[in-house]
Every structure is written in C-alpha cells, then in structure tokens.
C-alpha cells in the first residue's frame, strides 16, 4: 500500500507540473497582448534605470573617477537587452494568425520579460559605481636635446637620494637653463625603479596664485573637476593633504619668485620619515634661504667649449663652412652671449641662414655693442634677444611675437586661438581664403619657434613664451622703456580695480589678465585707439554700462566669470573677435546684433550658456565655437540658426545628443567648416555619420551592417583639426577619422566598445581604390588613447606619421601592437607616454622598430 500512496503522490506531483507548464504556454498565447505592455513597462523601468546610472557615473568620472567594470557590463548589457526588446516588439506585427508562430512569439516575450526583470534587479545592487583612476608616477616631459647640463643632472638626483636632503633649490639668472634642468631631472624618475607613488611638475612663475597651484596639484591627482575650480582655498588645501598622506611625493616647483607655503598649498613638508621631496627653480638665491632649503646648487652659464657646441648646433656645419672666416667670427659672437643657453640658441638660430662673411661680421659688431651700454649679463640678455627680433623676415613677424607678450608669464597658448587672434588684428591678410590665412599663421608661428623666440610646450597644440623673451618683448613695446602706456600688461598683479592711466588716448593695446578684478564701474574717457583689451581670468561680475561708449576702436574682447553682458555692447562698432570662453555667461545679450563687423565669436567652455538664440543675426560671423559647451543643441537650432550662417568657416561642437548629432552630420555644409568636435557621453542606439559620396543620400551607420558604398568625399571632414571621444558607448571602431586629412589632434577616452581605431573591414567593404589606398593620420600631432579596454588595433598595418609628436596609451591592456616602423614620425622626436611594462611587452613590427622607440 505505502507503494500505491507513494505512486499516487508522485502522480499527483507529475500532473500538477504537466498542468503548470500547460497553462504557462496557453497564456503565451492567451495573454500575449498583456504580456507585450508588461514587457514595455518593465523595459521603460529598465531604460530609466539605466539613465540613472548612467547621470551617476557620469557625474563620479567628472570628479576624475573610473567606472567599475561589472558596471559598465551591466549598461552594455541593458543597452543590449533594450535593443532586443525593440527589435522583439517590432516584428510582433509581422507575425501571422498561425498558431505556431503566435505560440512562439508569446514565448519569446514572456522569457524577455524575465531578462528584462532579472536584469532591473541586479542594476539595483549597485552602492559603488566606480573607483579612483590610478595615475602614472611620473610624467614624462618634452625637452630638446641639451648641451652641458648631464653632470648637474645626475648631482641633482644623487643628492636626492639621501634622506637628510628634503628640500633643493636651483638659482641662476633668466636663461641660464633651470627649467631644462629640472625636466631632466623629471625624466630621469620615468625608468627608476623606486618608492616614489608620484612625481607632482607646477610652474609657479611671478603671475601664478596659490589656487592655480593647487589646481595643477589636484590635476595631476585625479582630483581637479569642474566642481573643484570654485571650491574655496582651504578646501583644496584640505584635499591635496589628505590625498597625499601616507603617501611619498616629489614635488617639483618651476620659477618661484618668492616663498612658497607649501602647507598653506595642502603638501605635507619633506621629512627624513615621509621620505619626500621638493626641488624648485628660482632666480634668486635670497628665496633658496627663505625655503629653508637643505641643498641649494647654482646653474652657471656654460663654459666656452660647451657654449660653442651649442652654438654650432644651432647654426648647422653647412653654414659654418660656407666662407672661411666664419667659424672664427661665429666663435667671437659665441662669446658675447656669455655661455647662456638661451642667448646660444637664439642668437644660433638667427644666424643659421646667414652664410656671407659680411653678415656675420655685422651681426658682431652689433653684438658688441652692447657692452658698452649694460653693465651686467642679466641686462644684456635683452639687446642680444632684441637683436633677433630686429632680424625676423618682416615685421609681420615682429608684431605677432609682440602680441604674444599680453598674455601672462609662463601661460600655455593655444596655436589655433593665437592664429585667430593674429588674423582679427590684421597681421595676416582678412581678404585671404581661411585655410590660406591660416597656413600663413602656422608658417610665422614655425618661425618664431625656430628662431627659439616661442617655446612648444609640452603637447603640441600649446606655445609658451620664454619669460625673458616676455621682458623683451615689453621692453620693445615701451620703447626700450621710454613709453610705457601704448602697450599696458599688468597680468597676475592682484589688482581690483582697472588700473589708472595717465593718458587714455595713446593706449593700444591692455592686458589685465589673471587678475581679481570684480566690478567695472566706469568706462576709460577717451579710448579710441584701443584694438584690444584682455579681461580674462578675472572675477568680474559686472560691468558699468557706460565701460564701451568710446571703445569704437575696439577689435578684441575679453570677460571672466560674467553672468550677462551689458546692453551698451552695441556700441563696439568695430568689434570682429568677441571671446566669452569659460565664463558664467547664461545668455547673449539683445544688443549683439548689432555686431555687422563680429567675425569671431568664442563661447567655448561656457557650462551656464542657455542659449545661443540670435546668433543668425550676425551676418558676418565666420567662426562660431561652441567646442565644450553645455548649450542644448536641438534640431531647431540647427536648422534655424547655423545653417543660416551664410559666411561660417569654422565652427568648433561638443554633441550629447545623438539625434542632433545624426542631423548635424549630414548637413555637409556645416560638417565641411567642423575645426574641433566632441562625442561626449553619446550613448547611441544608432550613431549614424554620413560618410558619403557627394550627391548620395544614403548614410553609412557606424553600426548598421556593412554595405558596398562608394567613396566618400576625400574633404568631407577637411577643417576638422581635433577630435575628443569620450564616454561614448555603442562604438566599435572610429572609421569615419579616415577623411578627416586635416586631424593633429585625437582623443579617445572611457569609450569601452570600441576594439578598433580604423576598421580594416570597413574600409575594405567601400568601393573604390581611392578609399582603401587613403593613408590616415598624416597632420596627427597628439594622439592619446586612455582607458580603452577592448580596443586591440590602431590600424592595421605601420603608419608614417609624419607629424606626430606624443603619443599616449593608458589602460589599453588588448592593445599588443602599434602601427609603427623604425620609419615612422621620422624627424619628429616622437614622445611615446605609456607605463614601462606595457612598452615591454608589446609586439614591434622589427627589432629597429624596438630599439627606436623603446630602446630600455
């Protein structure tokens, strides 16, 4: 019997399951309309979900975080599954009334309804969503190859490595080669194997404040967002001590002028137990005292026989050769620049194409001159840099090297915006094609860098000023300090107030950059000769609304911190370059169509911008930047106002929204005159850029199955120069950067689906041979790949590169292979920034290859 009950129950048990699982799949039919909408709802739920997560992590990476990887697996797999879900509902009407094929239907939604729940679910859990990005120890900075400097170097980080020494200074006069030396010294910790968690570079230079140092600080550790820019003093003080504690630093302080607190900057002091350091450049022995240093070494010039190979470096043997006499006269002018590395490079350069004895016999007799009338080495720096500056082809050149001393000391230029500047002032002819005009603003740019009168820096999209050729410079513009009101730069002084002048009639151009001036209450009387007038970097909040009643001259403008502008800006008649980048402007004021003369107009990094209504006004706006603007764009703004831009040349974007982006895209005239372009955050069900042939209408999907197209136009993207993807989901590869010919700069960043840079497939898949014989990358300066974790190619065979200079891989572990020969980026003294052990191990087309650019 307990064998018959023991079959009954089990019986009953297969029954009730057969009953369970038949009434289950009855309601794949009879509730599959009821299913569908609780589908939709549970998708709808999943999406917001997703887009809240999304605002969360994007918000934690502004901060200098980094998502975690089980969170960026689940937005991949809710964008996946919402896909899915899209793609089910959608062939739900397709279906027909067979039993068969609605029966699979229904089960088929009735499992996603799982999936979708299951997922929503896990998506709940998440407490943490990212974590600190690790930064590299130490930065490797750009430096030229240097003559007479190895043995300091080398003392320098011998006495580094004592414990008793905390804290070392380097003294020596404008020009004598600290900030190479101290770069040298940077360097030499790139291979070091050693306790050091991180190696901290700041400029501090004359003009700097305690908050610009302690930004660069917080940069350098993950820690400088937006957010942190308007945080107070001692709250980012606060941050840098406690990020540093327990930690063992070197800091490396470049051209301080005075005592720098480093406390009050939040950096702990050296100690014998924390083990850290502190090396700082100076001219003045007076402050090595004042910084309570443990060792202070003086940078002397070089001597005769260093100063001479330098020299002759400069210059080149072929012309040293042309004519007999040369040498010897070559090695009397040496002398006369008294072994400082500066004057040698300067002064070398000028003469390199110099190749008549009677040449180099005058530029000699010039030279010495100056002995009689300056005392010391430090003042005849001046007349020996001025002599250069007399001898530049034309005084085009001497007017744009000039304009470069309004800006403050050690402040990084940037190349673009230096040449728009040029061209509003009417150095470079107006009347010139834009890509002409520009051209002939990088050849004088070349030139000054050459001659060692502008400084690259860094990365190749900056300039710096050497800061004695600065004081040259203002030297000039005073009339070798005779006049000192046509050209006022009173930049980093800490004024208040707009500083009072004595004669407003004869000032040309003023500078009042990086100051702390907070309100303009009144207007100059009587400014009709001023053409530019820098306000940036200041804390103005408002402006007096009489301020450009006689500023009718007034070509260039700059604002700092406004929420609006006055209403009297109608009156600057003249003005063509109107630049309002990274202020709190909100809105354009009404009175700025009346502008018939604005040419140029910056609102780049302006995060409270509303709205750019209006702007279609301008009719002669030829450049619009919007590059990092938090301005909505929408498909009315579009179409309404910068398609009616008749005369635009150059537009700059950051796009968010892909459906804009789609539109923007395909609207070639825009796309044509696109100089930079952001993909920030687009997290794209279809991102779609056209890539299309001229007169074709259908697009070629980043993401849609590959399809036989023809060519697209070569110039499609022509103008684009810079383009930044970052955190843009849904993107496999960068394919489209084939036509952009005109690119030097390239970012890509957080953007975790891409696996390849140029896809060989697509570009095999485009009909052509034109197409699949483009060589990409030919103008690429700066190329920086970071925390791309699928991405496994660049291209896929070597590139020449003729023209880049850095190259940056960070956290790209799939990345075994780079697109280089010994040939390429030949001439170009390629930087290669990546962790050691990754360059180990990466797979080199050819030991040549290795031994060139990974020679350790």
Not at 649 to 676: A, G, P, Q, Y
């Amino acid at each position: 019997m307990g064998g018959c009950v023991s079959i009954s129950v089990s019986c009953d048990q297969t029954l009730n399951q057969v009953g369970r699982c038949l009434t289950k799949k009855a309601s794949y039919i009879s509730k599959l309309q009821e299913n569908v909408e609780t589908l939709q709802t549970a998708t709808q739920e999943l999406k917001d979900l997703r887009d809240d997560l999304v605002t969360r992590v994007s918000l934690e990476e502004e901060k200098g975080q980094r998502r975690l990887a089980t969170v960026q697996r689940w937005l991949s797999n809710a964008e996946t599954i919402e896909s899915q879900v899209n793609e089910l509902l959608a062939t739900g009407t397709e279906i027909s009334r067979s039993f068969r094929s609605r029966f699979d239907y229904g089960k088929r939604v009735f499992k996603k309804i799982k999936e979708v729940k299951d997922l929503k679910y896990s998506g709940g859990s998440f407490k943490v969503m990212s974590e600190r990005v690790p930064r590299c120890k130490v930065e490797e900075r750009l430096i030229h190859p240097v003559v007479g400097m190895k043995a300091m170097a080398e003392k320098v980080c011998s006495s580094l490595m004592e414990d008793e020494v905390g804290t070392l200074g380097l003294y020596g006069m404008g020009g004598v080669g600290k900030t190479t030396l101290l770069s040298q010294i940077n360097n030499s910790f790139v291979d070091i194997v050693n306790d050091l968690d991180v190696v901290i570079w700041v400029v501090v230079s004359k003009d700097q404040k305690t908050e610009s140092v302690q930004e660069t600080i917080l940069r350098r550790l993950g820690r400088c967002s937006e957010e942190w820019k308007h945080r107070k003093e001692d709250d980012k003080a606060s941050e840098i001590r406690k990020m540093l504690k327990g930690k063992r630093y070197m800091l490396l302080l470049d051209d301080i002028w005075s005592k720098v607190d480093i406390q009050k900057i939040g950096v702990p002091l050296p100690t014998r137990m924390n083990r850290c350091k502190v090396v700082f450049t100076t001219r003045s022995k007076e402050v090595c005292s004042e910084m309570r240093v443990d060792v202070e070494m003086e940078v002397k010039c070089l001597e005769l026989d260093e100063a001479w190979e330098l020299f002759r470096m400069r210059v080149v043997d072929l012309t040293l050769e042309s004519h007999p006499d040369i040498p010897k006269v070559a090695r009397k002018i040496t002398k006369k620049c008294y072994g400082l590395p500066l004057a040698l490079n300067v002064i070398g350069e000028t003469m390199s194409s110099r190749k008549t004895i009677q040449e180099w016999s005058h530029a000699h007799d010039v030279l010495n001159s100056f002995a009689a009338d300056f005392s010391c080495i430090q003042d005849k720096i001046l007349p020996i840099l001025k002599f250069s500056y007399d001898n530049l082809k034309d005084d085009v050149f001497r007017k744009c090297l000039l304009y470069c001393a309004l800006f403050p000391e050690d402040y990084e230029i940037d190349k673009e915006e230096l040449v728009e500047y040029w061209i509003c002032e009417g150095f470079i002819d107006e009347d010139k094609d834009r890509d002409k005009a520009m051209n002939h603003g990088y050849e004088i740019m070349g030139t000054l860098v050459r001659a060692c009168l502008l400084m690259e820096y860094e990365h190749t999209e900056f300039l710096k000023m050497h800061d004695m050729v600065r004081e040259m410079a203002l030297w000039i513009t005073s009339d070798l300090g005779k006049k000192k009101e046509s050209f006022i730069v009173k930049t980093g002084f800490k004024l208040r107030h707009v500083p009072e002048v004595e004669d407003w009639s004869v000032v040309q151009k003023m500078s009042l950059m990086g100051n702390e001036v907070e309100k303009i209450s009144a207007g100059p009387y009587g400014t009709k000769k001023l053409v530019t007038l820098f306000l940036q970097n200041n804390k103005l909040m408002s402006i007096s609304e009489s301020f450009f009643q006689w500023m009718t001259e007034l070509k260039d403008r700059f604002f700092a911190h406004l929420s609006q502008l006055p209403a009297d800006i109608s009156k600057l008649v003249a003005l063509q370059y109107l630049n309002l980048s990274s202020t709190g402007i909100e809105v354009l004021p009404f009175g700025i169509k009346y502008l018939t003369k604005l040419t140029h107009l910056n609102l780049e990094f302006t995060q409270k911008l509303k709205s750019v209504v209006g702007i279609s006004n301008l009719l002669s706006l030829q450049v619009l930047m919007l590059f990092e603007s938090n301005i909505p764009l929408s498909n009315g703004l579009v179409e309404e106002e910068l398609k009616s831009l008749e005369h635009l040349e150059l537009l700059t974007l950051t796009l968010k929204d892909t459906f804009v982006m789609e539109r923007l895209l395909n609207i070639h005239s825009l796309v044509n005159f696109m100089r930079h372009l952001s993909l920030d955050k687009c997290i794209p069900n279809a991102v779609r850029i056209s890539l299309v042939a001229a007169g074709s209408s259908s697009p070629y999907g980043m993401d849609r199955p590959l399809q036989h197209m023809k060519i697209p136009n070569p110039m499609y993207f022509r103008s684009l120069t810079r383009a930044n993807i970052v955190n843009c989901e849904g993107l496999r590869d960068l394919t489209w950067l084939m036509y952009a010919p005109s690119l030097t700069n390239l970012h890509v960043e957080m953007s975790f689906q891409i696996e390849e840079i140029i896809s060989r497939e697509k570009v095999m898949k485009i009909d052509g041979e034109e197409a699949k014989s483009t060589t990409p990358f030919l103008k690429l300066e700066s190329f920086s790949l970071l925390f791309l974790y699928e991405v496994k190619s660049i291209y896929w065979s070597p590139l020449p590169f003729p023209a880049l200079k850095y190259l940056k891989i960070l956290r790209c572990p799939n990345l075994r292979k780079l697109p280089l020969d010994s040939a390429s980026a030949k001439g170009c003294d390629l930087v290669l920034d990546a962790y050691g052990q990754w360059l180990r191990d990466v797979e080199w087309e050819d030991e040549a290859t290795k031994n060139r650019f990974s020679p350790t």
